[in-house]
């Protein structure tokens, strides 16, 4: 496994569902998954989707500036920080924000988000 390019993979992937259909990140999480969002916790596949897709705007576009990894224990786990600006539908002005996640590998062989982590970045 090479973290790095399953960083890039999960990253893209990630950022073009949330930005085309946020319904469809569910299958990222588990039961076990926990978001902190703006320093609210969030745990369960189902409440993360309800949380995500009741965010006060339909559209925007993230803009991933940089990607950081690091594999994570024995267990064959990836810590992916992403920062980047986002845009929303009807706004002139761009938000920075950071996110980490913590992947960890499913039996079938691919990732599912154990942790994710977002922050808005104010100057």
């Known amino acids: 496994m090479d973290p790095d390019a399953v960083a890039k993979a999960f990253v893209d992937h990630y950022y073009r569902t949330f930005d085309g259909n946020r319904v469809a990140l569910g299958g990222l999480y588990q039961d076990a998954s926990m978001l902190t969002f703006e320093g609210v916790k969030i745990q369960g596949a189902a409440a993360i989707v309800a949380k995500l897709t009741s965010l006060p705007f339909q559209q925007c576009v993230h803009a991933i500036s940089?990607?950081?990894?690091?594999?994570?224990?024995?267990?064959?786990?990836?810590?992916?920080f992403v920062s980047g600006s986002l845009q929303l539908a009807g706004e002139s002005h761009t938000l920075k924000f950071s996110q980490m996640f913590h992947l960890m590998p499913t039996p079938q062989g691919s990732f599912y988000v154990l942790n994710d982590v977002f922050r808005l970045n104010y100057a």
Do not use: E, I, K, M
Request: proline fraction near 13%; glycine fraction near 20%; charged fraction near 5%.
């Open 66 to 80: 940089t990607v950081d990894c690091q594999p994570s224990g024995p267990a064959g786990g990836v810590l992916v």
